[in-house]
């Protein structure tokens, strides 16, 4: 108590409180910056100062560039035998990383450091960026995410050689026009803002490969989006536009790639332009969350391979819709107004995901069981009575079994066929005559699709045809081969894509190891009792099918496939799961994990600690708990289930 005596009351609360949270002054944010932190900036180039509470940025950060400071910061080290940390063997600072700090502002002296390439202030309290910025003419990616800025300074579209743009969680009303001048552009984010309308000059950014707006306030889009796709956009009059089209001609023949990937998520879009179909190299598109009623014409975007349009409006799918998408695999309608599918689905040959959860569709057409790909079809909420409820339980494969056995797939051909109907007629199954497709057949779809011919091998020379055609898709499904063609080794370099599913192999050969850039394996249907360690070489694989086989647990070699984001393994004998660091917890990028039907007696708590899950399968297993009643629920609420039993 004498003690506190001769402490004030007010000095000792504040110990007692001991404040988490501390906002540095000047001198503290300049003593960060260390002799040794701009030492080893100078030698590298590179200045990291993320995450260390600066709520000013220290003013010798500015001056690093200028050759008579860095001989000041290193004339200290006396010792000349190391060539290497003399002044004028140092760096111009090219990469800054200021993120995650409380930094409001950024002084006007950013301007001398003219040789910086990458700019990140992501995660800050920014209300403006200073006209300096404009100075940096050699900036190629900029990332001011997570601030609260509201709008650009004009010197900002100076930038000219920017590839890379991050603006998203953000105060922006409206995207500025000028950002038609940022012709160099390949990334644009610009998501989670407040835009309501696009600029019409948007189309000039002839460079874009990924433009992301979603969580806007878009009611419609400008009809010059689609000039995203050409080389030349439709230019107009006025000096700035002959400017660009020099700068455009001054280009390669096709170095301009065309826009890959489109974002409008969440949105208030009532519909899409009638002319997406110019957008001929699309790959993704999301639209879901809008308010978008009708499908525009696709006819064209024979490069899309995902559409995600869940959370509309949409009342019926068009029969040239299918016709018009060879590439799609994922397709979400979940929570439309769709009534009913047209026989024309079964010319989606490549689709490997259907979600058409909480529709209004009433029955299934049995062409859906023609798709030699499909592994998810998702029909949950739809008051479907031609099949059983406990039959669209227990999955894709049960339900692609009955619609099967109710109404083969042959038939529906010869069926269709007599009547003049060319929806499966013109599918991907090769006409009867030709067993194998010819170079220019395959050179067309970058593809060599042999399915269903009851073969027992296949020649070397139809792969030597493959490699001429620059094939990167093979899919050898429903034969009878009981080994994997040593063909196949031909296409090592090339090979993105191998569907070897419903044959009769028992192993995996070693040359899978060869295949460099594959991303896409589906190797179900077969009688596989285990993988090898090869497999775990591929390191490009995001997606692994190895539905009904004779597993009876999860191939080591699948943990070691570290970029892996689909692990599909319902219908096999799998006793248990490893949630552990060494087992799936390796997996970082898992997304969907399907272990229906299997032996699984228990499924570990750590399993909800895997955050990137977003579709976990468990149905059909011999467990107690989770409960029926909570698969049902869906994986949101098994992985709460699941973390809620972690032992603290």
């Known amino acids: 108590m004498k ?21 540095q002054d000047k001198k503290e944010d300049s003593q960060l910056l260390t002799r040794a932190r701009i030492k080893q900036a100078l030698k590298s180039g590179v200045l990291n100062l993320s995450g260390k509470g600066l709520a000013t940025v220290p003013e010798k950060v500015w001056n690093l560039s200028d050759s008579e400071e860095n001989e000041k910061e290193v004339r200290y080290d006396l010792d000349r035998s ?31 450091l003219a040789d910086l390439t990458v700019l990140n202030l992501q995660d800050n309290a920014l209300t403006s960026l200073p006209s300096g910025i404009g100075a940096l003419t050699k900036l ?15 010197s900002f579209f100076q930038l000219k050689e920017l590839k890379h743009l991050n603006l998203s969680h953000n105060e922006f009303p409206e995207l500025n026009p000028n950002i038609s001048d940022l012709i160099m552009l390949e990334v ?16 000039f950014l002839v460079r874009l490969q990924q433009l992301t707006l979603n969580n806007n306030h878009l009611t419609e889009l400008p009809n010059d989006i689609v000039n995203l796709r050409s080389k030349y956009p439709p230019w107009g009059w006025g000096w700035k536009n002959k400017i660009r089209r020099k700068l455009i001609h001054c280009l390669p023949f096709d170095a301009a790639p065309e826009l890959q990937k489109l974002d409008l998520a969440k949105n208030d879009l009532k519909k899409l332009p009638p002319v997406m179909g110019e957008l001929r190299r699309l790959e993704c598109l999301y639209v879901q969350h809008n308010d978008i009623d009708e499908l525009p014409d696709f006819t064209g975007c024979e490069a899309l391979k995902e559409l995600h349009i869940s959370n509309n409006f949409i009342k019926t799918l068009p029969g040239d819709f299918c016709e018009n998408l060879p590439q799609l695999k994922v397709l979400d309608l979940r929570d439309n107004k769709i009534e009913r599918l047209p026989d024309e689905i079964a010319l989606l040959a490549s689709l490997t995901r259907l979600d058409l959860s909480n529709n209004t569709i009433s029955s299934l057409p049995s062409c859906l069981s023609t798709l030699a790909h499909l592994v998810s079809l998702q029909v949950e909420g739809n008051p479907i009575r031609s099949i059983r409820r406990d039959i669209i339980q227990c ?6 079994k009955t619609l099967r056995e109710r109404d083969g797939s042959k038939g529906k051909l010869e069926a269709q066929s007599k009547t003049g109907s060319s929806s499966v007629v013109k599918s991907s199954i090769f006409a009867a005559e030709s067993t194998f497709p010819d170079v220019y057949q395959m050179r067309k779809g970058r593809a060599l699709i042999v399915c269903s011919k009851g073969l027992v091998d296949i020649p070397e020379a139809v792969f030597l045809d493959a490699l001429e055609a620059c094939v990167y898709n093979v899919d050898i499904s429903k034969n009878k081969l009981t080994a994997v063609p040593a063909g ?20 995996v ?14 190797l179900s249907n077969n009688q596989l009792a285990d993988l090898p360690e090869v497999v775990g070489l591929l390191v490009t694989l995001r997606e692994l099918n190895v539905v009904s086989n004779q597993l009876k647990r999860i191939p080591d070699c699948v943990y070691e496939l570290r970029g892996l984001e689909i692990l599909l393994a319902s219908g096999n004998q799998i006793e248990e799961i490893d949630a552990t660091e060494h087992g799936l917890g390796a997996l970082k990028r898992l997304a969907t994990l399907d272990l229906a039907n299997n032996n699984i007696k228990h499924v570990p708590p750590m399993l909800g600690t895997l955050k990137n899950i977003t579709t976990l399968e468990l149905i059909g297993n011999s467990f107690r708990q989770p409960r029926h009643q909570i698969l049902e629920k869906g994986t949101e609420s098994i992985m709460s289930y699941l973390r809620d039993r972690i032992p603290q």
Request: proline share 4%; hydrophobic share 35%; aromatic share 8%.
């Open 3 to 23: 003690a506190h005596s001769r402490i004030p009351r007010s000095r000792i609360r504040e110990q007692e409180l001991n404040p988490v949270f501390h906002f």
């Open 395 to 400: 999955g894709t494969q049960r339900i692609l």
């Open 488 to 507: 196949l080794t031909n296409l090592s370099s090339l090979l993105t894509e191998l569907n070897v599913s419903f044959n009769l192999l028992q192993t």
């Open 509 to 522: 050969p070693a040359f899978f190891s060869q295949f460099e850039k594959i991303s896409y394996l589906n």
């Open 188 to 203: 644009l984010d610009v998501s989670f803002n407040s835009i309501n309308a696009l600029p019409g000059g948007v189309g």
């Open 140 to 154: 190629t990616k900029l990332t001011v995410s997570r601030n609260k800025l509201t709008e650009l300074p004009d």
């Open 82 to 112: 190391n060539e290497e940390d003399s002044w004028w063997n140092q760096k111009s600072l090219t990469t800054l990383d200021l993120s995650s700090n409380t930094l409001t502002t950024i002084s006007e002296n950013i301007q001398n």
